[in-house]
């Protein structure tokens, strides 16, 4: 396993994190209050009565909930950006996340929960191992489900992509709204390149003996993710360009530019970030 990979985008989807969210918040009110060793009379090491139990299960949840909540919504702020959170940074939130959680209990059973005789040490050693179960359980089934549907997805893309390449003799690249909608579906030889601004893309392309564009509530980034495996690439923070459009790479002006076949000729920025990768496409090409 590579750690210095990026996280799947689907890891932070905004419906995805959501289901994360309630997903956990489910299967830890059960199982806290239904199996052991998650049972939350161990955890506190006290004989409650069902509605006790119930109702200091639930705030526990609720504490949990709230960590999970506000650690979610920073990193998909964070990823808002361009820069990709890394498979190691990502662990290391989920770490950050059973810590935190734990010490909320630990500091909650201090506070609230006067018969336990217990040092705070060891309440927060049994806290979180109990955290870590009740956590990263539904963490682990939930990211298998998550790639599982993604590869699904991506699947039935390809399919559908063959379906259109049979009728018409070439393949069709469909594009989709940040819901997932189709909103438009163009051949991969009359895509130019992409430009993305916030969260709109504008897509370039081929009509007839012009250049059309078409513009799509989607971010740059969702984009690249959904079609790494074509010739589009990524070549600058704003930009993609369909690299089998592309005529010469140019240095002009201490700036590198990638220069299209097209009449006019069609000029993309090429940044420093992406540099490498492109002159290594260009030289296998």
């Not at 069902?50 to 200091?56: D, H, Q, V």
């Not at 599982?148 to 379906?163: F, G, N, P, V, Y």
């Not at 390449?165 to 992409?194: A, C, H, N, Q, V």
Request: glycine share 4%; aromatic share 14%.
């Amino acid at each position: 396993m590579d750690l210095n990979q990026k996280i799947p985008a689907y890891l932070i989807l905004k419906k995805n994190i959501i289901r994360l969210i309630l997903f956990t918040a489910g299967f830890a009110l059960l199982f806290i209050n239904l199996y052991s060793p998650f049972d939350v009379r161990n955890w506190f090491g006290l004989d409650l009565k069902s509605e006790e139990l119930f109702f200091y299960s639930s705030l526990v949840i609720l504490t949990g909930v709230l960590v999970a909540v506000i650690s979610r919504v920073i990193l998909y702020q964070y990823n808002r950006k361009e820069i990709r959170t890394k498979l190691w940074a990502f662990l290391s939130i989920i770490g950050l996340e059973v810590i935190s959680m734990s010490l909320f209990y630990t500091i909650y059973e201090s506070a609230f929960i006067k018969n336990d005789s217990r040092e705070f040490y060891e309440v927060f050693k049994v806290s979180f191992q109990n955290t870590t179960l009740v956590l990263l359980l539904p963490y682990a089934v939930l990211w298998l489900y998550f790639s599982w549907q993604d590869k699904s997805h991506r699947i039935k893309e390809l399919t559908e992509s063959d379906e259109d390449s049979f009728r018409d003799g070439k393949t069709m690249i469909p594009f989709k709204d940040e819901k997932g909608t189709m909103r438009i579906s163009l051949k991969l030889d009359d895509i130019l390149y992409l430009k993305g601004a916030d969260n709109y893309v504008s897509i370039y392309y081929s009509s007839k003996s012009s250049v059309s564009t078409f513009l799509l509530r989607n971010t740059i980034k969702n984009l690249e993710e959904q079609i790494k495996d074509l010739p589009i690439t990524r070549c600058h923070r704003s930009y993609m360009v369909n690299f089998e459009k592309i005529k010469i790479i140019r240095r002009d002006k201490g700036i590198h530019v990638l220069e299209m076949e097209t009449d006019p000729p069609i000029e993309v920025p090429l940044s420093k970030t992406y540099m490498n990768e492109v002159f290594q496409l260009f030289g296998n090409i």
